[in-house]
């Protein structure tokens, strides 16, 4: 509530603007003989200012911001999609056009159907409103202290074929919504799972290379790519800061002696050769059941 509160005073700051610029920029325009001032135009223009400041502020804010207004900022929170990953375009319009129709008291609805958004919230475990149902999304926390969760590790017998993997084409936004749903798999439940599994991994499938074994599972599929993305990561890493050590000398050290080389930093997570992939899965990396 303190959130959309800031973001009312944010979006009344941008009405009283428009409200003052836009007399000034018709008087303008009508000593050049462009537009002629009448009441039809100042309604019509009334109009687009509440949709810009009302439709316009959260959806392009939303969707520059992957998920934050002025007042989400301000408090930490952010909208995400159910799968965890950032929204677009499409799901900030549908929040907006479902905030502006129902959700603003008298805006478009009578002035009692807000109380619906409030029902709604009230009644979903995650505080869903009417546009998060609508859109496919929640608001979460970003500055609340939580635990990610057990990670399930390179499943079996994989390791040597994620060794071999093109991960160019794997963007964050997408690594992101994989490794949201390996955090959330367990808390899913049929036919939920299965559809969203299929689905994030046809999209890994699309811009990964090469295709993985014959008979692998979808999960196993996704927890493999997502550890030898990880692994590749952290080898970058510990890559850069052996250069910067390299480079830059130690603090504190005697003065005109050169600064050692730092030794070589391994590979954080080094490939060991693993048994061949097995029909049976050892019981710690199955697939969860839901409750």
């Known amino acids: 509530?303190?959130?959309?509160?800031?973001?009312?005073?944010?979006?009344?700051?941008i009405f009283v603007t428009l409200s003052t610029a836009t007399p000034i920029v018709i008087?303008?325009?009508?000593?050049?003989?462009?537009?002629t001032p009448s009441e039809?135009?100042?309604r019509a223009t009334t109009i687009l200012m509440v949709v810009v400041t009302v439709v316009g502020y959260p959806v392009a804010l939303e969707t520059l911001t992957r998920g934050r207004t002025v007042g989400k900022l301000a408090l930490g929170l952010r909208v995400v999609r159910d799968d965890g990953g950032?929204?677009?375009f499409r799901q900030a319009l549908t929040r907006g056009l479902v905030g502006a129709a129902i959700e603003w008291p008298g805006l478009i609805a009578p002035p009692l159907t807000w109380l619906g958004s409030v029902w709604a919230m009230a009644v979903s475990r995650q505080g869903r409103r009417l546009g998060d149902h609508a859109a496919g999304t929640l608001v979460i926390h970003e500055r609340s202290p939580q635990r990610w969760g057990r990670m399930p590790l390179m499943p079996p017998g994989l390791a040597a074929w994620a060794g071999t993997l093109d991960l160019a084409g794997l963007d964050d936004d997408l690594a992101l919504a994989v490794r949201h749903?390996?955090?959330?798999?367990?808390?899913l439940r049929e036919p939920a799972r299965g559809l969203l599994t299929q689905r994030l991994m046809a999209e890994v499938a699309a811009v990964?290379?090469?295709?993985?074994?014959?008979?692998?599972?979808?999960?196993?599929?996704?927890?493999a790519v997502h550890a030898e993305r990880h692994r590749r990561a952290r080898h970058r890493l510990a890559?850069?800061?052996?250069?910067?050590?390299?480079?830059?000398?130690?603090?504190?050290g005697p003065a005109g002696v050169p600064a050692q080389r730092a030794a070589p930093v391994p590979d954080p997570h080094p490939q060991t050769p693993t048994?061949?992939?097995?029909?049976?899965?050892?019981?710690?990396?199955?697939?969860?059941t839901g409750s």
Request: net charge positive; proline share 19%; hydrophobic share 50%.
């Open 1 to 13: 509530m303190l959130a959309r509160l800031i973001d009312l005073v944010a979006q009344v700051a």
């Open 40 to 42: 039809d135009l100042f």
């Open 181 to 187: 749903f390996l955090v959330r798999v367990p808390e």
């Open 27 to 35: 008087l303008l325009l009508s000593q050049t003989g462009l537009v």
């Open 208 to 223: 990964v290379r090469p295709a993985p074994p014959p008979g692998v599972p979808p999960w196993a599929y996704l927890a």
């Open 86 to 88: 950032p929204i677009r």
């Open 275 to 288: 048994p061949p992939l097995r029909t049976a899965v050892p019981p710690d990396q199955r697939m969860p």
């Open 239 to 252: 890559a850069v800061r052996h250069r910067s050590a390299a480079v830059w000398p130690t603090p504190g």
